[in-house]
Nanobody
């Protein structure tokens, strides 16, 4: 059974940066699509970024140019580098592979 564990969330001020990590258990990590999603209170969960097995990526319009998703296949880990954070980025961030979800990590952007 695949398990995903997120880390790296926290409280930051607008304009600051955070890097989230998602450790993924299981074999053949390098071929899998892994995505980062977020859910703010009262909102539906939305996809933020996804990385494919060939390391190509796709981003939501709201984070293009500010967020970067990457993977380290030697560590079975996917990262989400978040720069120029805005208050509207505040949410619980989850990583996902197929039907498996992590427990989420809280990101709060506030002055």
């Amino acid at each position: 059974q695949v398990q995903l564990v997120e880390s790296g969330g926290g409280l930051v001020q607008p304009g600051e940066s955070l890097r989230l990590s998602c450790a993924v258990s299981g074999r053949f990590f390098s071929i899998y699509v892994v995505g980062w999603y977020r859910q703010a209170p009262g909102n539906q969960r939305e996809r933020v970024a996804v990385i494919f097995g060939d390391s190509s990526t796709n981003y939501a319009d709201s984070v293009k140019g500010r967020f970067t998703i990457s993977r380290d296949n030697t560590k079975n880990t996917v990262y989400l580098q978040m720069n120029s954070l805005k208050p509207e980025d505040t949410a619980v961030y989850y990583c996902n592979r197929d039907s498996a979800w992590g427990q989420g990590t809280q990101v709060t952007v506030s002055s």
